[in-house]
């Protein structure tokens, strides 16, 4: 079991890190396109440019057009920000002290629940605004799958939680 509590807190770094470098990339977008800072323009205004901070040069690139930010630009960028902090939280939940808990059942149902729904709603709401690619109904496909089992992870816990319950009761 030590084994596994060293490469859960691994992968929490790894991930936790990835939630931040994801959620402070939506977050300085967000505010470069909001202030005009560090935002640059080409072809008439036809495609933005976020920058690099404090340099000239081009970090993000994308159309300029309201559509195309929310939905193309910000969204998965946010939405992937969130997956790896619940990601994140998954692994916190392999090194605790108890491993079956209800704090460990509440982040396994918010993880399934996150994968089963949003990543469907997120494509049909970018349908409505613009052409959806081949590839997000691949990664709707992967996160449905990820959901399943994180649904089937949660079960065993809520089972791991009422033995360890009961062997409470009888100590």
């Known amino acids: 079991m030590n084994q596994v509590k060293i490469i859960s807190k691994i992968l ?3 991930t936790r890190f990835l939630a931040v470098v994801y959620l402070g990339i939506t977050a300085y977008a967000v505010f470069c396109l909001v202030t005009g800072w560090g935002l640059a323009f080409s072809s008439n205004s036809k495609y933005f440019h976020v920058l690099y901070p404090f340099t000239d040069s ?3 690139n994308g159309d300029y057009n309201l559509p195309y930010i929310l939905i193309d630009f910000t969204m998965p960028l946010g939405l992937y ?3 790896f902090l619940l990601a994140s939280n998954i692994f916190k939940v392999f090194f605790q002290p108890r491993l079956f808990s209800q704090y460990g059942i509440k982040q396994l149902r918010l993880f399934y629940v996150s994968n089963l729904v949003i990543p469907a709603v997120a494509v049909l709401l970018a349908s409505i605004f613009t ?3 081949d590839m997000a109904v691949i990664l ?3 996160h449905f799958i990820l959901g399943v ?3 089937f992870f949660a079960a065993i816990f809520k089972q791991g939680v009422q033995l360890q319950n009961e062997q409470d009761l009888f100590i």
Do not use: K, P
């Open 58 to 60: 081009h970090f993000l």
């Open 12 to 14: 929490f770094y790894i």
């Open 81 to 83: 920000g969130y997956f």
């Open 140 to 142: 709707i496909i992967l």
């Open 149 to 151: 089992f994180a649904y």
């Open 131 to 133: 052409e959806v690619e």
